[in-house]
T-cell receptor, first 116, second 115 residues
Framework: AQSVTQLDSHVSVSEGTPVLLRCNYS??????LFWYVQHPNKGLQLLLK??????LVKGINGFEAEFKKSETSFHLTKPSAHMSDAAEYFC??????????????FGRGTSLIVHP | NAGVTQTPKFQVLKTGQSMTLQCAQD?????MYWYRQDPGMGLRLIYY???????DKGEVPNGYNVSRLNKREFSLRLESAAPSQTSVYFC??????????????FGPGTRLTVL
């Protein structure tokens, strides 16, 4: 069975400082892992994904995440926060089903607040 | 190329009323999904359709039915709406690559209020 835990419901940073959003996962397989961003009253946009290639994954808008199997973590980072990064972020894990389909499990989300 | 579209964008229902949320994708994806999003809960899977002609329950299917009308369209029906179904509903579809990797694409959402 798969599960995902986002360790912080809210993260507050100042503009220009680093961002760290933490995610731990549980999976019976070699999982696919994703980060999505949702701006207020908008849909979800894929930031980046890990699918068993390089463990350091680069995404859009300067975000990256590192897959650490020993720690079962997939934390999202960005060197310097912008005001436009203020949004809700979701970590997602997905194991393949026996039928070959994909059933993702979403974390509860981390709200990123960026102060001027 | 519109991606994933959903109608309506907003809806207000009275308890006991029924309605159908429509979803369509023009990316020739096989798999489609319905989620609901509630504050602090992330997205929870209601139903999914791995391929045309198949549907399966997700985490929170009670009170909902779905129809995979064809490869493009996947509708969600509330037969007798309840206040607990007040939520934002998202439809998604999946493109799977040959390596087993996949990308999920989301619609803009339907904001439903049940009074």
């Amino acid at each position: 069975a798969q599960s995902v835990t986002q360790l912080d419901s809210h993260v507050s940073v100042s503009e220009g400082t680093p961002v760290l959003l933490r995610c731990n996962y549980s999976s019976s397989y070699s999982p696919s892992l994703f980060w999505y961003v949702q701006h207020p009253n908008k849909g979800l946009q894929l930031l980046l994904k890990y699918t068993s290639a390089a463990t350091l994954v680069k995404g859009i808008n300067g975000f990256e995440a590192e897959f650490k199997k020993s720690e079962t973590s997939f934390h999202l980072t960005k060197p310097s926060a912008h005001m436009s990064d203020a949004a809700e972020y979701f970590c997602v894990v997905s194991d393949p089903t026996s039928g070959g389909s994909y059933i993702p499990t979403f974390g509860r989300g981390t709200s990123l607040i960026v102060h001027p | 190329n519109a991606g994933v579209t959903q109608t309506p964008k907003f809806q207000v229902l009275k308890t006991g009323q029924s309605m159908t949320l429509q979803c369509a994708q023009d990316m020739n994806h096989n798999s489609m999904y319905w989620y609901r999003q509630d504050p602090g809960m992330g997205l929870r899977l209601i139903y999914y359709s791995a391929s045309e002609g198949t549907t399966d329950k997700g985490e929170v299917p009670n009170g909902y039915n779905v129809s995979r009308l064809n490869k493009r369209e996947f509708s969600l029906r509330l037969e007798s709406a309840a206040p607990s179904q007040t939520s934002v509903y998202f439809c998604a579809s999946v493109r799977a690559s040959g390596s087993g990797a996949y990308t999920q694409y989301f619609g803009p959402g339907t904001r439903l209020t049940v009074l």
